[in-house]
């Protein structure tokens, strides 16, 4: 199973562009890239998911290098109700997929 | 459509007692996870269902947790002497499948969780 690394938490503000990394270095070729967001009482939600370079959608963007050893999600602009935890996840199924603790991310106004 | 459900949204039992949680996943999928969610971590897996088997359990903490999806839809995780440090939010998921080999995962669908809390 793929371990990720990701930092516990970051700060912004309303309007500024969001971008979280997170690292897996032992990631396989089949792995694929998968984000989720999670509030307060409410169970995650998924985000985005990439294999390789760049997949945008209308909530964000997830940049994938070549290696594919990291990836970085980009949030647009963010508001408060962006505050959340956010999760990145490496498996080639659902099943090899694990959740760490997540980045706990601040939006201020 | 319906989403994810979980009954019930709280659970307050005492020590030793035990307990049964529901999940009704999003109809026609065939892959339905558990987790636990304590407070500041993220989910942590249990166990999964393709259809009606249990096909990998490996995350049950021990012996006292069980879980079933007798008919491949609804499932219910059940806890036996329950203990204080089985307080948690128990998260339920599903998804139409794993996903396939070589391809992208299929999304995994969150219901809201039950909040255990053994006094």
């Known amino acids: 199973l793929a371990k990720t690394t990701q930092p516990i938490s970051m700060d912004s503000y309303e309007g500024q562009e969001v971008n979280i990394t997170c690292s897996h270095n032992?990631?396989?070729?089949?792995?694929?890239i998968t984000w989720y967001q999670q509030f307060p009482s409410q169970g995650p939600r998924f985000i985005i998911q990439?294999?390789?370079t760049k997949v945008t959608n209308e909530v964000a963007s997830l940049f994938i290098p070549a290696d594919r050893k990291s990836s970085t999600l980009s949030l647009p602009r963010v508001s408060l109700s962006d505050t959340a935890v956010y999760y990145c996840l490496v498996g080639a199924l659902n099943n090899d997929m694990r959740f760490g603790a997540g980045t706990r991310l601040t939006v201020k106004p | 459509g319906a989403g994810v459900s979980q009954t019930p949204s709280n659970k307050v039992t005492e020590k030793g007692k035990y307990v049964e949680l529901r999940c009704d996943p999003i109809s026609g999928h065939t892959a339905l996870y558990w987790y636990r969610q304590s407070l500041g971590q993220g989910p942590e897996f249990l166990i999964y269902?393709?259809?009606?088997?249990?096909?990998?359990d490996s995350g049950l903490p021990n012996d006292r947790f069980f879980a079933v999806r007798p008919e491949g839809s609804v499932s219910t995780l059940k806890i036996q002497r329950t203990e204080r440090g089985d307080s948690a939010v128990y998260l339920c998921a599903s998804s139409l499948t794993l996903g396939k080999a070589g391809g992208p995962t299929d999304t995994q669908y969150f219901g809201p969780g039950t909040r255990l809390t053994v006094l």
């Open positions: 990439g294999y390789k």
């Open positions: 032992n990631i396989a070729t089949n792995d694929y």
């Open positions: 269902f393709q259809g009606t088997g249990a096909a990998d």
